[in-house]
Every structure is written in structure tokens, then in C-alpha cells.
């Protein structure tokens, strides 16, 4: 249980940590370094342009 436990933690740790990017790259206005820094954060959000 313990361990189930801390994947669990780990998968909404990962999951708070894209949706503040997803966040972040919505409200800024120059957004290409930032899909440059994090190219896994534009697969994970689908936004290949």
C-alpha cells in the first residue's frame, strides 16, 4: 500500500506540475522559448504547431 501510495503522490505531483505549465504557456504571450525549454510539456498538452 505504501508504495501505491507514493506512485500516486508522484502522478498528482507530475499532474499539478504540466497543468501550471499548460497554465503558464496559455497566458504568455511569447510562448515559443517556452515549448523550446519543455518540449515533453508541448507533446503532453497536444499543441504541435
Known sequence: MTQFQRVSVWLVGVASVMSVAFVLN???????????????????????R
Open 26 to 48: 496559455n497566458h504568455s504571450n511569447d510562448r515559443e522559448p517556452l515549448f523550446r525549454q519543455a518540449p515533453s510539456a508541448q507533446v503532453i498538452t497536444g499543441e504541435v
